[in-house]
Nanobody, 113 residues
């Protein structure tokens, strides 16, 4: 199995930045996909960003140009750099890993106006 631990969430003012981290441990395959989804109260869970072990990325339309996903394969860690944060970015952010899929416990991001 794979364990995912997110960190870096918190409270930030609109226009500010946060960087989320997700560290994976366990039976990690060399070829995999890691990424982030988010879910706000009363809304559907949506893709934020994903990255393959080869470095190919995909972003949700609402975060393109503001968020950047990256990874350190040696550390089995994926990062989400979030810039120009907006109140509508407020959500619980969940790390995921494929194959599995596996999910982290989530980390709260709150953007105040």
């Amino acid at each position: 199995q794979v364990q995912l631990v997110e960190s870096g969430g918190g409270l930030v003012q609109a226009g500010g930045s946060l960087r989320l981290s997700c560290a994976a441990s366990g039976s990690i395959f060399r070829i995999n996909v890691m990424g982030w989804h988010r879910q706000a109260p009363g809304k559907e869970r949506e893709l934020v960003a994903a990255i393959t072990s080869g470095g190919r990325t995909n972003y949700g339309d609402s975060v393109k140009g503001r968020f950047t996903i990256s990874r350190d394969n040696a550390k089995n860690t994926v990062y989400l750099q979030m810039n120009s944060l907006k109140p509508e970015d407020t959500a619980v952010y969940y790390c995921n890993y494929v194959p599995g899929p596996y999910w982290g416990q989530g980390t709260q991001v709150t953007v105040s106006s």
